[in-house]
């Protein structure tokens, strides 16, 4: 594995956790600012898809507005839910997740795209890429494009953002975006396209690359393939894919994922009230958990007598601790969480290790290490403290925390398999500040284009 250094760059960003989008809600994003591409269109280039992850724009979406309860980003967790988890056009929360990619792109259009941003502005201004609608790819009245490419609809576009559910389950992600891909291709007449992910973008990327659109946890096809159509949505991904961009994801899941589900979060000093019990019915959280090793355990706790190792993916350690919210005897919570934890577990499995459909693609994978980003959790008498990143005076830092990009570890990041296939980039970036580096920017773009 070749690795690169790049210097500093980039702002810093809050700590954000695996479904730091929703803890952030409040804030609005800046509107995108229309300008001229440098360089005209450049029609033959290969696709470019954007995989963003969690941010607060899409929560403010989601959830219907800046103004509603945290509540409102809660899924369905009743026994009909479970039984349709992995089938995107099940309406968990009275909207199925195929159409949410419409409605999230309709209402950010104008808005950045957390993490991504920079190198779209570089590869329409620069490459003469043209940012298009993923469901409608000849759509192309996007900000970031000339007026005359806005208005032109008889060819498609060349750059995508596809905006998901990333509440919903894993495979129900994958199934859009292979279906989304496959319109992307038929539009465009291209045979492949190359993905760029951020943050949790990346770990429904890699599974389509492994499975496609296929749930294979439970076996199942995506049930978005009809005719033809089907056997191309239900294939591995791989074959359809370039070359892969991956962006401070966590591949080996992530500490603040288990925050999320053990407490509302203290944001401003505003307290996200609700949001435990909204965490609890996302699929997200759970398979975000951080994985196990070989024992079935979890490094996840420190105290002053020392480490502690949870049997995190046994639902009798969340009910003895107290950790699950609400009412903890509940039948109807206990199955979820417990359908829950052996799902995140099988999930973990299926992206285990080397797997030759994945590794037949170039791959960059580029993550932070310059950033105190939270590992564990410390054991008081009051319960579980998760340390602030600027709370480096407190005697257990230093064993709470590990050099990443703030959300992300590096060694995460950075955790794939040594591959023909695979060059690993470390950075001092932020995780959502990547692409304020130019030389990142540059060095992207040469892994894609050159």
């Given at each position: 594995m070749v690795a690169f250094r790049i210097g500093w760059a980039g702002r810093i960003v809050l700590l954000v956790v695996a479904v730091a989008g929703l803890l952030a809600a409040c804030g609005q994003e800046p509107g995108r600012i229309a300008s001229e591409p440098r360089k005209p269109p450049a029609p033959d280039r290969v696709p470019i898809v954007f995989l963003p992850g969690i941010g607060r724009e899409v929560a403010r979406v989601l959830r219907g507005g800046a103004l509603v309860p945290f509540s409102a980003l809660a899924l369905r967790t009743d026994a009909e839910a479970i039984a349709h988890l992995g089938d995107p056009r099940f309406p968990a929360d009275g909207t199925p997740a195929v159409d949410v990619p419409a409605r999230l792109d309709r209402a950010l259009r104008e808005t950045d795209v957390r993490g991504l941003q920079g190198l779209i502005d570089h590869l329409v201004r620069e490459e003469g890429y043209v940012r298009g609608d993923p469901d409608q790819p000849r759509n192309k009245d996007y900000p970031e494009n000339a007026p005359a490419e806005r208005r032109d609809t008889t060819r498609a576009a060349?750059?995508?953002?596809?905006?998901?559910?990333?509440?919903?389950?894993?495979a129900e992600s994958a199934c859009v975006l292979a279906e989304r891909i496959a319109r992307i291709r038929a539009a465009s007449g291209a045979p492949r396209v190359h993905l760029v992910a951020h943050s949790f973008g990346g770990m429904v990327a890699r599974y389509y690359l492994r499975y496609g659109g296929r749930d294979a946890v439970r076996d199942g096809d995506c049930s978005l393939g009809a005719g033809a159509l089907a056997a191309t949505v239900n294939a591995p991904g791989a074959p359809v894919v370039g070359r892969l961009v991956l962006l401070g994801v966590p591949h080996r899941g992530s500490a603040l994922a288990f925050r999320a589900l053990l407490q509302d979060v203290s944001l401003f000093g505003l307290l996200a009230l609700g949001l435990r019990e909204a965490v609890f019915t996302m699929p997200l959280a759970w398979q975000l958990l951080p994985q196990a090793e070989s024992d079935g355990r979890v490094p996840l706790l420190v105290g002053s007598n020392g480490d502690e190792r949870v049997s995190l993916y046994a639902l009798r350690t969340w009910v003895e601790r107290g950790w699950l919210p609400g009412d903890g005897q509940?039948?109807?919570?206990?199955?979820?969480?417990?359908?829950?934890?052996?799902?995140?577990?099988?999930?973990?499995?299926?992206?285990?290790?080397?797997?030759?459909a994945e590794e037949a693609v170039p791959r960059l994978v580029v993550g932070g290490e310059c950033r105190p980003t939270p590992t564990r959790a410390i054991v008081t008498d009051a319960g579980v403290q998760f340390l602030a990143r600027g709370q480096t005076d407190h005697p257990l830092f230093a064993r709470a925390t590990d050099a990443g990009d703030g959300v992300v570890t590096a060694a995460n990041a950075l955790g794939l398999p040594d591959s023909p296939?695979?060059?690993?980039?470390?950075?001092?970036?932020?995780?959502?500040?990547?692409?304020?580096?130019?030389?990142?920017?540059?060095?992207?773009?040469?892994?894609l284009l050159r």
């Amino acid at each position: 594995m070749v690795a690169f250094r790049i210097g500093w760059a980039g702002r810093i960003v809050l700590l954000v956790v695996a479904v730091a989008g929703l803890l952030a809600a409040c804030g609005q994003e800046p509107g995108r600012i229309a300008s001229e591409p440098r360089k005209p269109p450049a029609p033959d280039r290969v696709p470019i898809v954007f995989l963003p992850g969690i941010g607060r724009e899409v929560a403010r979406v989601l959830r219907g507005g800046a103004l509603v309860p945290f509540s409102a980003l809660a899924l369905r967790t009743d026994a009909e839910a479970i039984a349709h988890l992995g089938d995107p056009r099940f309406p968990a929360d009275g909207t199925p997740a195929v159409d949410v990619p419409a409605r999230l792109d309709r209402a950010l259009r104008e808005t950045d795209v957390r993490g991504l941003q920079g190198l779209i502005d570089h590869l329409v201004r620069e490459e003469g890429y043209v940012r298009g609608d993923p469901d409608q790819p000849r759509n192309k009245d996007y900000p970031e494009n000339a007026p005359a490419e806005r208005r032109d609809t008889t060819r498609a576009a060349s750059l995508f953002v596809l905006y998901y559910d990333w509440r919903r389950d894993l495979a129900e992600s994958a199934c859009v975006l292979a279906e989304r891909i496959a319109r992307i291709r038929a539009a465009s007449g291209a045979p492949r396209v190359h993905l760029v992910a951020h943050s949790f973008g990346g770990m429904v990327a890699r599974y389509y690359l492994r499975y496609g659109g296929r749930d294979a946890v439970r076996d199942g096809d995506c049930s978005l393939g009809a005719g033809a159509l089907a056997a191309t949505v239900n294939a591995p991904g791989a074959p359809v894919v370039g070359r892969l961009v991956l962006l401070g994801v966590p591949h080996r899941g992530s500490a603040l994922a288990f925050r999320a589900l053990l407490q509302d979060v203290s944001l401003f000093g505003l307290l996200a009230l609700g949001l435990r019990e909204a965490v609890f019915t996302m699929p997200l959280a759970w398979q975000l958990l951080p994985q196990a090793e070989s024992d079935g355990r979890v490094p996840l706790l420190v105290g002053s007598n020392g480490d502690e190792r949870v049997s995190l993916y046994a639902l009798r350690t969340w009910v003895e601790r107290g950790w699950l919210p609400g009412d903890g005897q509940d039948p109807e919570r206990l199955r979820f969480a417990e359908t829950m934890l052996a799902r995140a577990v099988a999930f973990q499995k299926s992206l285990a290790g080397r797997h030759p459909a994945e590794e037949a693609v170039p791959r960059l994978v580029v993550g932070g290490e310059c950033r105190p980003t939270p590992t564990r959790a410390i054991v008081t008498d009051a319960g579980v403290q998760f340390l602030a990143r600027g709370q480096t005076d407190h005697p257990l830092f230093a064993r709470a925390t590990d050099a990443g990009d703030g959300v992300v570890t590096a060694a995460n990041a950075l955790g794939l398999p040594d591959s023909p296939t695979l060059t690993s980039l470390a950075t001092c970036a932020g995780h959502n500040a990547y692409f304020d580096d130019s030389s990142l920017v540059a060095r992207v773009v040469e892994f894609l284009l050159r």
